[in-house]
């Protein structure tokens, strides 16, 4: 590294010190106790499946699964030997792909706004909860390898913005379509992509042949997708960019609404067989959101507003943007006057959006408009910088010529970066008792898991409807669904379940039908044997079941 010429010296090591910071963050953060649960055990048991050879299925449906894109269960299933786990090896991703979002955000920044707000706006991504912390607690962790494909194809995007050329529009075509492996809403961002290129073709001379460009990124893009799209055809009957689309309405219409019997139904209800719940039953692979819209178009636009009020509630919240962020960004907007690549610049960084912007259509958490973080963190740094040149000027003309106060002054640019970083590695580890949503799971659902794990055996089943329960006994799992007791008795040994886990919050808020299985565990129904009650404090109990 010494005998590197300066000027590369300063290219190399700002990139680099980012990058290491964010891999001893993760790394840290990534030995915090934590519950797998949400969609996380889905994607683990999936990549297993695939890779032991029982095919890209869960053992309780029979069928290739059209809901989950091979992207996440690819990647833990080929880091799992080396991980030791399947959870170490979603942790490992963790920490590589977000060493490779905050590299991205950089860049992209660079291009943008130069090596100084490019620096800080890395270091805000390798800092802020929201990047640093959440993705461990959120219940998925796709959000980091996600972003980071996403957001290295939009580096590439960007090039092409600016100078049309075949290498740029198909790198970018390509990492877009990794990352809708992991996640299919990045088809919105190859949409945003495709729409600002095409504006751009259209603008200067010569209009027509720059089309081609827009052109060629879906072209490869829909022909790197072109493999799942039929094997998801082949399943399903169907030709669909996404099979979750009209099931995400149906069930995102009871949590928009907070009707949560609504969703427990609408998820895991049963099918007309009742042999399968309904998420995962072949009938809702066509499941028609034109239909749920059409149904009540009042109603859904007042889905969309609520929504809406939703998103800017939870933007500006302790998890992910600091509501000052907003005087910064502001500055980053109209500090300085445009010219024509900087309305480029804006007008792509505003398209980045659209992803996150999306989701009002269906439901929006905290997980869902993530993806609206970079570029507003590109913006928050841009404006950090632009503050601290404002103040390094302002004193450095105020002080006396020459004077030590003024000297000083001159590391005055770097002020406000340096403060709000601190202010991160401060508060982003107090945002972990916070992180989960106590209604989604609960550190009694984690004692239940320890209750069971000594009495699972190789290939027991065990029905719930919290999946961490299963996953942190060792067990496989099948959905409980919302049915009466009969009819998930009658499903349960269908399926060949061992034991059910039933809880309290299930019982008492969403299925009161169960409320006698929690209430009276001492005489449960024939067919069934109790096992335990774990209980602590004033805490919803967890009853289990045995099928004998």
């Given amino acids: ?41 889905f994607y683990l048991w999936l990549g297993r499946n695939w890779f032991q050879g029982r095919g890209y299925s869960f053992a309780f449906t029979g069928h290739w699964d059209y809901h989950h894109t091979p992207g996440y269960p690819f990647l833990t299933a080929v880091l799992t030997p080396w991980a030791g786990s399947m959870q170490r090896a979603s942790e490992w991703n963790f920490i590589l792909f977000s060493v ?16 100084r707000s490019a620096l800080a706006a890395g270091l805000i991504v390798a800092l ?9 607690y959120w219940g998925t962790m796709t959000e980091p390898p996600y972003l980071a494909l996403a ?19 198909v790198l970018a075509a390509i990492f877009l379509a990794l990352s809708y492996y992991i996640r299919p809403e990045a088809v919105v961002y190859w949409g945003a992509m495709g729409l600002v290129l095409g504006i751009k073709a259209l603008s200067q001379p010569p209009r027509w042949r720059r089309l081609a460009y827009p052109a060629l990124l879906g072209l490869v893009f829909l022909l790197i997708l072109f493999p799942y799209l039929n094997r998801v055809h082949q399943a399903t009957g169907t030709w669909a960019i996404s099979e979750k689309v009209g099931a995400h309405f149906a069930t995102a219409a009871g949590l928009a609404s907070g009707r949560f019997q609504q969703f427990d139904i609408e998820t895991w209800g049963l099918d007309s067989t009742g042999l399968e719940v309904r998420f995962f039953s072949r009938e809702t692979a066509d499941t028609s959101a034109m239909a749920y ?18 998103l800017l509630s939870l933007i500006l919240s302790p998890h992910l943007l600091p509501a000052f962020a907003l005087l910064f960004m502001g500055l980053a907007w109209w500090q300085q006057s445009w010219d024509k690549r900087r309305f480029w610049d804006e007008l792509f960084l505003v398209a980045t959006l659209l992803p996150g912007i999306s989701f009002i259509l269906f439901f929006v958490q905290e997980r869902y408009i993530a993806t609206l973080l970079p570029p507003l963190f590109i913006w ?7 503050t601290g040149d404002w103040l390094r000027t302002t004193l450095t003309r105020l002080l006396p010529s020459r004077s030590t106060g003024q000297r000083w002054a001159r590391h005055l640019t770097w002020a406000p970066l340096l403060i709000l970083l601190l ?47 299963a996953f942190e006994a060792g067990a496989e799992w099948v959905p409980s669904p919302a049915a009466t007791i ?24 969403l299925r009161p039908q169960y409320a006698p299985l929690v209430d009276d565990p001492q005489h449960p129904p024939p067919g069934l044997e109790f096992v335990t009650v774990i209980q602590q404090g004033d805490d919803e109990p967890v009853v289990i079941y045995r099928f004998p």
């Fill in 423 to 469: 202010f991160f590695v401060w508060w982003t580890p107090r945002q972990i008792g916070t992180a989960t949503n106590p209604g989604s799971t609960r550190p009694i659902h984690d004692q239940a898991a320890a209750a069971l794990a000594p009495m699972v055996q190789p290939g027991d089943i065990v029905m719930a409807r919290y999946v961490s329960i």
């Fill in 293 to 310: 819209i059409m149904a009540d178009p009042i109603g859904y636009l007042k889905t969309i507003y609520g929504n809406l009020l939703k």
């Fill in 1 to 41: 590294m010494r005998n590197l010429p300066r000027s590369q010296l300063k290219t190399f090591l700002p990139p680099a010190f980012i990058a290491l910071i964010t891999y001893l963050l993760r790394l840290d953060y990534s030995h915090l106790p934590r519950t797998v649960w949400g969609d996380e055990p």
């Fill in 486 to 509: 009969a009819e998930a008795m009658a499903f349960a040994r269908h399926k060949g379940v061992r034991y059910w886990a039933i809880d309290g919050f299930e019982a008492h808020k």
């Fill in 100 to 115: 490779i979002l905050a590299l991205a955000v950089y860049a992209l920044a660079r291009r943008i706004y130069g090596p």
């Fill in 151 to 169: 957001f290295v194809g939009l580096y590439f995007a960007h090039r092409a913005l600016h100078r049309f050329t075949v290498r740029d529009i």
């Fill in 128 to 136: 802020a909860p929201a990047t640093a912390l959440m993705p461990l």
């Fill in 380 to 386: 928050f740094g841009h404006g950090l910088i632009l």
